[in-house]
């Protein structure tokens, strides 16, 4: 049955590679992935556009005064929070680093502001790494298709881990990120449009 859902979302999203946020070097995905919490990529997309021209190293950020990363990432939401994490992370990359993002998760979990999640946005889109992320749409869709009944982050994280094939880790994240996103919402899923609904443990719920 996971074979065969595999082979329909590789039908419905072909994968390209993209990655949902805008970035030019590692430290600027791992930033972007940083605001990202709690917040849409098409806002943070919008947000890193304009921060990256006016903080385009991470030294900037480390001689920044706060309160003016705070009002370039305001629009982020929680950017008292996440400006402190964005100066703090760049002050680690550049004094225990050399300036490289690292690729390993334990370092980069180390890091201000960093979770699983975040980190292994970066371990597959800078590294190519094999990582599941389990984003608000994974967990969801994950559940509805009965891949897994765990509320925990990190115990849907292992548990994809387990019952998916290494090789369709990124390509379902995104693939099931981008279904979440169009068809099945967390409120008013589409479900009659939805191709995948002879997978659907939770139609009833629709």
């Known amino acids: ?36 919490a709690q917040c849409t990529d098409d ?36 950017f008292r929070n996440k400006a402190r994490h964005l100066q703090t992370t760049a002050r680690l990359l550049l004094s225990q680093y050399n300036g490289q993002v690292p690729s390993d998760i334990t ?19 800078i590294y190519g790494i094999s990582s599941i992320v389990v984003d608000t749409h994974v967990k969801r869709v994950s559940r509805r298709l009965g891949l897994t009944q765990h509320n925990c ?6 548990e ?9 880790w990124i390509r379902y994240n995104q693939q099931v990120i981008t279904h979440g996103r169009q068809i099945c919402k967390a409120q008013r899923p589409l479900c009659t449009e939805c191709t995948l609904k002879k ?8």
């Open 153 to 158: 982050p990190i115990k849907i994280e292992y």
């Open 160 to 168: 994809l881990m387990e019952k998916l094939p290494k090789a369709h």
């Open 43 to 78: 806002r943070v997309n919008i947000v890193t556009a304009q921060l990256f021209k006016d903080f385009p190293s991470l030294e900037s950020y480390v001689t920044a005064n706060l309160s003016d990363l705070e009002d370039a990432v305001k629009q982020t939401g929680f």
């Open 199 to 206: 997978f659907c443990k939770k139609l009833q719920e629709c």
């Open 107 to 125: 370092e980069l979990t180390s890091l201000s502001g960093v979770g699983r999640k975040t980190a292994n946005v970066v371990r597959g889109h």
């Open 1 to 36: 049955m996971i074979n065969e859902l595999l082979k329909a979302l590789d039908a419905l999203y072909p994968y390209d590679g993209k990655c949902f946020l805008n970035y030019s070097t590692p430290w600027q995905l791992l930033f972007a992935t940083i605001l990202s």
